[in-house]
Nanobody, 123 residues
Framework: VQLQASGGGSVQTGSSLRLACVAS????????MAWFRQGPETGREFVAA????????WYEKDLKDRFIISRDNAKRTLYLQLNKLKPEDTGIYYC?????????????????WGQGTQVTVSS
């Protein structure tokens, strides 16, 4: 399985971006997928996840009002809509697939990762 993330950029506070993650590979059939991010001085933190079949989303609590996760099964594509961006949202955003039949906030529970896409928000 290969994951290719895109859509990042340099924007100003209050702007929006839409990230995409395209999956390829014969064995692609995850229980769920997620977005994580890593800031300049932080570890990799959970942003949001979504179950692949039913599309049930869940979010890091503080991000729920500004970010929207979605997926297109036919296109094998995961999305993350980022709204009302703040400088503290700056970081590399990674997509990932769950290792098993559970979706948690721990990066250890995800096996395949995209290369990341950079989001930079200036004030």
């Amino acid at each position: 399985v290969q994951l290719q993330a895109s859509g990042g950029g340099s924007v100003q506070t209050g702007s929006s971006l839409r990230l995409a993650c395209v999956a390829s590979g014969r064995d692609f059939n995850p229980y769920a997928m997620a977005w994580f991010r890593q800031g300049p001085e932080t570890g990799r933190e959970f942003v949001a996840a979504i179950t692949w079949e039913k599309g049930t989303p869940w979010y890091e609590k503080d991000l729920k009002d500004r970010f929207i996760i979605s997926r297109d099964n036919a296109k094998r594509t995961l999305y993350l809509q980022l709204n009302k961006l703040k400088p503290e949202d700056t970081g590399i955003y990674y997509c990932a697939t769950t290792r098993g039949f559970i979706a948690t906030k721990s990066p250890d529970d995800y096996n395949y990762w995209g290369q990341g896409t950079q989001v930079t928000v200036s004030s």
